[in-house]
């Protein structure tokens, strides 16, 4: 495997798939000049000191505390999550307010008008949020994890900084543009295109699609490529400049309100004053923002989490059926269980990942991905279960049970709401190639000229004794780490799986090293088999900050810090029988064939088991379209 070739294929010409990789591989960050504890994870290195102790959050600033307590009065007497639902919009006059709260500045530092929190108060302000309306965290999040604050801040230049900090503060809103109709996980055949002007300046064309908080921004971040260069920039766009045309506004399954739309950049003159960074840079500046900027959806999730469990318990207590409380029956109660111990799992990844984003001396880049990917999809579960229990009052809109005098919970919208997680800011596939790209960088350090069959033979041959002085160490050293009594004994009854961590986090270097061995450079197309290995670090990450919160809690002398014991070892039980599932599924799985089947499921050699339907769709004249069933 080499670093040229790992992300993936397609089936549409080498070019294409080789342009896609080149483009990845460029707006890589490929230096890791801070520690990372996940980096070191897939290395076979529990380096519990970059985690452990628990980073306490810092005591509340009273001007936080105060700030909260008006965003909840706020959230709790002026916002109506249903009406928000039911009328697609949020209300002009709620967006007023959120300003004058000051919550489009709340990561804007204070010299420009905003609110300068930290990213764990940040996070704390977004968890608030989340618990009243999922709109309004994701019209506050495009405008400040990822649109024209973020950015501006990390790579601006003070003029920049100076003249469209103090706007966004105030409550100007901002988006983010980079999809387009042909480009969605991929961003190497961007379209939109920024042409030089003899002045310096730069002429747009093209169309964004689907931008979040499209029809109602004023400034935007766009990504645009240079037809000469073919490199991408990030420009800063205002709504006001001639030739930005808001086309359409886009509808979804949830979230309702969002403001997201298509935007048509008709030869729009942006000044050289609003290049961001630097030409070229615009792919590596959105992966740098969304390193912090994609924190913020793993901590709503972990409050849908706690919702979900309040709905759940409260429910699994009261509905009688077949003689007792549905939560006492087991099936639920094993439900119950797992979601009270998850939840607690996912708030310890999220609480983690921000307060390590607020030290600013380790890399945070592959925990931050874990936290969206795993949130996400520990959420979604969530999420689905607590439909369950709650049966069809869970797929009940809320109207409709307040109609008929039952307490409006909205399980059903918050499915709707939810499922996007996993597919936006970096749909989970593309988070774990991401991931998989890191967990295998080193040996590709090591090793990838080796097996490179591309490289000149001499290169790859001076390979060798590099390889030799690497793998003679590393290699013998993930056997024998000491992982048993009495290492990580100031974990107290928590030990014992601090050290399962430690065996595991050194098997799961030791698979990943057999994995190179034994498929070369063919590894990177084996997803299946690089994700398992991907989804085994996710979860050792999170059991490590379940632990070491739990660890936390029992060192402070919380009264709950029992109580958090019990689910951290719960979670831990569940997910060490799912990494051994993962473990076993590397050494004996149906990859191969499966993927064959679905290769001939792509050719339409199955289109007979579609028959036996009316047409998905029938277009608008009447006349049906195309069926390909009926061959
Ligand atoms: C509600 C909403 C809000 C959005 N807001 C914004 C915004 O503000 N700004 C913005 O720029 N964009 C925004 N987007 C776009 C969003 O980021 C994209 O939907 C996302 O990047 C995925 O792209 P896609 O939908 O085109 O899926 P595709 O890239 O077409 O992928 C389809 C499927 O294939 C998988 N896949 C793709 N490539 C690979 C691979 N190499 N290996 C394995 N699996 C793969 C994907 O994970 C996905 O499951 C928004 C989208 C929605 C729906």
């Known amino acids: 495997m080499y670093p040229s070739e790992f992300m993936a294929e397609t089936k549409h010409g080498a070019a294409s798939a080789a342009e896609s990789r080149r483009v990845a591989e460029e707006a890589r960050e490929a230096e890791w000049k801070a520690p990372s504890f996940l980096k070191q994870i897939f290395l076979g290195n529990l380096r519990l000191d970059l985690i452990h102790p628990y980073p306490e959050p810092p005591p509340e600033r009273p001007e936080f505390r105060e700030f909260m307590g008006r965003l909840e009065r706020f959230l709790v007497d002026e916002v109506d999550p249903d009406a928000i639902d039911r009328e697609g919009k949020i209300p002009p006059g709620v967006v007023q307010r959120l300003a004058e709260l000051g919550a489009f500045g709340m990561k804007i530092p204070k010299e420009y008008g905003g609110l300068g929190f930290t990213q764990r108060e940040y996070g704390e302000a977004m968890k608030l949020i989340t618990s009243r309306d999922a709109n309004l965290v994701v019209l506050l999040s495009a405008h400040q994890s990822i649109g024209v604050p973020q950015p501006l801040k990390t790579f601006g230049t ?18 983010f543009a980079l999809t387009e109709p042909q480009v969605g996980s991929d961003p190497s055949s961007l379209a939109t295109t920024a042409v030089r002007t003899p002045e310096g300046d730069y002429v747009l064309s093209g169309e964004k699609l689907w931008c979040t908080n499209g029809t109602v921004a004023s400034l935007f971040v766009v990504m645009a490529r240079h037809p000469d260069t073919k490199k991408i920039s990030a420009f800063i766009v205002e709504k006001a400049f001639p030739g930005v045309e808001i086309a359409t506004r886009c509808h979804f399954m949830g979230l309702k309100a969002i403001e997201n739309g298509v935007i048509r950049l008709h030869d729009v003159r942006v000044p050289k004053e609003n290049l961001l960074w630097g030409e070229g840079k615009g792919l590596k500046l959105a992966l740098i923002t969304l390193n912090t900027g994609r924190l913020t959806l793993p901590a709503s999730c972990a409050v849908v989490g706690k919702r979900c469990v ?12 077949w003689g007792e409380p549905v939560g006492r029956h087991d099936a639920i109660a094993q439900l119950l269980a797992e979601m009270a111990a998850t939840t607690f799992a996912m708030e310890a990844v999220t609480d983690l990942a921000s307060a390590m984003a607020d030290m600013g001396d380790r890399d945070i880049r592959l925990e931050a991905a874990v936290a969206k990917m795993w949130n996400s999809e520990e959420g979604w579960k969530l999420v689905d279960r607590t439909m369950q229990i709650r049966g069809g009052r869970g797929y009940e809109t809320a109207d409709s049970l307040r109609s008929r005098g039952e307490p409006p919970i909205p399980v059903e919208r918050m499915m709707r709401d939810f499922r996007i997680n996993l597919i936006f800011e970096g749909s989970s596939e593309i988070m774990r190639l991401f991931i998989a790209r890191e ?8 090793a990838g000229a080796f097996a490179d069959p591309k490289a000149p033979r001499a290169k790859r041959w001076a390979a060798l004794p590099r390889m030799a002085a690497h793998y003679g160490w590393w290699y013998p050293s993930r056997w024998a780490g000491w992982g048993r009594w009495p290492r990580f004994s100031d974990f107290g009854p928590l030990a014992g799986e601090v050290r399962w961590v430690d065996r595991a986090t050194r098997r799961l270097a030791r698979t990943l090293f057999h994995l190179m061995l034994v498929h070369g450079p063919k590894l990177e197309k084996r997803q299946a088999l690089l994700f398992r290995a991907v989804d085994i670090g996710a979860d050792l990450f999170a059991m490590s900050a379940t632990l070491s919160r739990a660890a936390a809690l029992r060192r ?19 997910i060490r029988r799912r990494i051994g599932e993962h473990f076993r599924a590397i050494r004996s799985n149906d990859d191969v064939a499966k993927y064959a089947t679905a290769m001939r499921v792509l050719d339409g050699e199955h289109v007979w088991l579609e028959r036996g ?11 049906e379209a195309p069926r390909a069933a009926r061959r």
């Not at 706007?167 to 988006?175: D, F, P, V, Y």
């Not at 309040?310 to 059926?321: F, G, M, P, S």
Request: glycine residues 8%; contains cysteine; positive net charge.
């Open 439 to 446: 967990a295998v960088d080193r040996h590709l350090a090591v």
């Open 556 to 574: 402070g002398g919380v009264p709950e810090a029992g109580r958090a014991a019990e689910l951290a070892r719960v979670f831990c039980r569940t």
């Open 613 to 623: 339907m009316a047409p998905l769709v029938v277009e608008e004249t009447g006349a």
């Open 158 to 175: 003070p003029e920049q900084k100076k003249k469209y900090l103090p706007r966004l503060a105030k409550g100007e809103i901002s988006a």
């Open 310 to 321: 309040e709905i759940a318990r409260t429910w699994a207590a009261e509905r009688v059926q």
